[in-house]
């Protein structure tokens, strides 16, 4: 996810987005550890993802940058 899709985004949405990832995340760490997984990019790929969005949600909370929280 890209961040200005993320910046556009309300709070919520960002919750909700990051809980899926979240939940994606443990599924893939799950097949890794038991199967194997192609593709270990999506991993990397998922944690930066998360990381971007709790970034964007501090930055809100504490008025950085310019960013409200959006409800």
């Known amino acids: 996810m890209k961040i200005e ?3 556009s985004k309300t709070d919520t949405e960002l919750d ?5 990832m979240k939940k994606e995340l443990f599924d893939l760490r799950f097949k890794t550890a038991t199967s194997g997984v ?3 990019a999506q991993i990397r ?3 930066r993802s998360i990381a971007r ?11 950085i ?3 409200e929280a959006k409800e």
Do not use: A, C
Not at 16 to 20: A, L, R, T, V
Not at 53 to 63: A, D, Y
């Open 53 to 63: 969005i709790q970034t964007v949600l501090h930055e809100r909370s504490l008025g």
């Open 45 to 47: 790929n998922l944690r």
């Open 16 to 20: 909700f987005d990051m809980g899926n």
């Open 38 to 40: 192609q593709s270990t």
């Open 5 to 7: 899709e993320i910046r």
């Open 65 to 67: 940058r310019g960013q």
